[in-house]
């Protein structure tokens, strides 16, 4: 008869109510594109899925410490002046202290391995990178600077699209910047386009699709037109990994797909064959 | 005071929301612009790639005895024409012959006219895999280098980046119930509050009628319209025939430099 009166006493063994406190968020993760669950650590310092090698988003300037040897932030002063647009000043402020950005993008002058370049990393914590005036002026600015110093651009894309909440001016956005890549094109310096998750709308129809060169993080989503709404059109499903840069590549749309721990070498390798002939 | 409430018994200023609707409406024919505004108009197909998209009509015609290149975006006319035209919105080949024409019209030294009205560039499968954003932005790019005259006139809806790709122009003009705006007013609605029945007020707030875009600049002309369609087309030849003899006067770098300039400013 012991024997069951241990078993009884199994079942008195309770739940321990603070597991959750001890256990910090963000231990295991999944991956968003191929759903593997991982622990935190293995992605690395890159943050690059142990199992598909694709690279979880990272803000701008998380980018900026992987990615450089030295930074020195350009037009950090700039700010959106008067966000008329109901709720617009919230989200804006909200924003800016997520992420220590001013707008939807960094940029300065920076080293990439002995390579100096103007830099610009498109940030999609920040209202999901959308193009409001301010991003498209300090784009512009970096290919105007650019210009002017004869540097060679590098610009990591990440955007929803346009800044609904700025209108017409945020389409403007894509002609200021084209006009200001096409500077930059005519005293033939070299545009390098980093395209990473997610790059759509707008940043696409414009400068995104404008370098001389074009990498891309592996699985990133790039695209013009949302999927739901390509679905809702055209009314059929699309195929798995019909926006991602593997399908862009065979479609002709992508140079070459490099894993976010080569970036660095690569585009360094890349400006320094543009740039022989003076270095 | 007692003039404008009389004046206003006969003159209703239509709301951002009927303007949209009329927008809409087949109140000018693309077919109709260019046999009105132009003469001896030569079609040309294809864009030498892929294909040849027909809601993008393009070739050569004469403006007062003077060629002129003329790309025109086409809703269509009955329901057959108009399945086969998206509604007027362009595929990336369609784009690319844009693409082809205004650069045939840059080696000939002849000014380019655009006529947009799209609800925007076709969120379609093959649009996608073959390059929509790529085609439009390059569409861009490229008429940010071209070293001859360029005028668009948004004579319904102008949408989004699809209208832009054609409106990336020396001026832009826009009929008096035309729209130019980043998204539809129902888009807009449905992003920024979920609610695509909420597009009225939307309308209202996007800032998207002649207008409006006249205040802030983005664009240049607004061309009065009126049910006798020959006098809207005689007062567009008139008004382009002048600003084009002024554009020719700058010479082909300022003449870019002046586009760019334009669009600096924003």
């Known amino acids: 008869m012991d024997l069951y009166d241990n078993q009884k006493s199994t079942s008195k063994i309770k739940r321990d109510a603070s597991v959750n406190d001890r256990i910090p968020d963000g231990l295991f993760l999944a991956c968003p594109y191929c759903g593997v669950q991982m622990y935190n650590k293995q992605l690395g310092e890159h943050r690059v899925c142990a199992h598909c090698g694709y690279g979880f988003r990272l803000q701008a300037r998380e980018r900026v410490a992987l990615l450089t040897q030295s930074f020195e932030e350009m037009d950090s002063d700039i700010e959106i002046v008067a966000p008329d647009f109901p709720g617009y000043a919230d989200k804006l402020a909200r924003a800016k202290s997520q992420t220590e950005l001013g707008e939807s993008v960094l940029t300065g002058i920076a080293t990439i391995e002995d390579a100096k370049v103007a830099l610009g990393i498109m940030d999609s914590y920040f209202m999901m990178g959308s193009l409001g005036s301010m991003t498209g002026e300090k784009i512009t600015r970096l290919f105007e600077y650019a210009t002017e110093k004869k540097l060679p651009v590098v610009l990591f894309t990440a955007s929803g699209g346009a800044r609904m909440q700025e209108g017409i001016n945020s389409l403007m956005q894509m002609a200021k910047v084209s006009a200001a890549v096409a500077q930059h094109q005519e005293a033939g310096l070299l545009y390098l386009v980093v395209l990473t998750d997610p790059t759509t709308g707008g940043v696409t129809a414009s400068f995104a699709m404008q370098g001389d060169i074009t990498l891309a993080e592996p699985h990133a989503l790039v695209g013009f037109a949302g999927a739901r709404v390509i679905e809702s059109t055209i009314h059929e499903k699309l195929p798995k990994d019909f926006q991602r840069v593997e399908t862009l590549l065979e479609n002709g749309f992508v140079d070459k797909i490099v894993p976010r721990p080569e970036l660095g070498h690569v585009i360094s390798q890349l400006v320094k064959l543009h740039y022989r002939a003076e270095a | ?266």
């Open chain 2, 1 to 266: 005071m007692a003039v404008n409430i009389g004046l206003k018994l006969f003159k209703h200023e239509p709301t951002p929301a009927e303007v949209v609707k009329k927008s809409r409406e087949d109140r000018f024919f693309a077919r109709e612009i260019i046999d009105g505004v132009f003469n001896d108009f030569i079609e040309f197909h294809g864009d030498r790639q892929s294909g040849d998209d027909m809601s993008v009509i393009g070739g050569i015609a004469t403006l007062n005895d003077k060629p002129v290149t003329v790309i025109v975006i086409d809703k269509g006319t009955d329901i057959h024409d108009k399945l086969s035209k998206r509604n007027g919105s362009p595929e990336p080949w369609g784009y690319r012959k844009a693409q082809r024409l205004m650069q045939q019209a840059n080696k000939f030294h002849r000014p380019i006219v655009t006529f947009i009205n799209t609800p925007g560039a076709f969120p379609g499968k093959t649009a996608e895999v073959q390059g929509q954003g790529e085609a439009i932005a390059k569409s861009i790019l490229e008429s940010m280098k071209l070293a001859v005259p360029m005028i668009s006139i948004i004579y319904g809806e102008g949408g989004s980046g699809g209208a832009l790709a054609l409106a990336t122009t020396d001026q832009v003009w826009m009929f008096q119930n035309a729209t130019y705006s980043i998204l539809s007013p129902e888009g807009f609605a449905s992003i920024l509050w979920k609610d695509s029945k909420r597009s009225e007020e939307a309308a209202a707030v996007m800032g998207l009628t002649p207008k409006d875009l006249l205040e802030k600049n983005v664009i240049e002309y607004v061309i009065p319209e009126s049910r006798n369609h020959p006098r809207v087309f005689n007062l567009i030849r008139k008004k382009l025939d002048d600003e084009f003899s002024l554009l020719n006067e700058l010479s082909p770098e300022e003449l870019i430099q002046k586009r760019r300039a334009r669009f600096r400013a924003f």
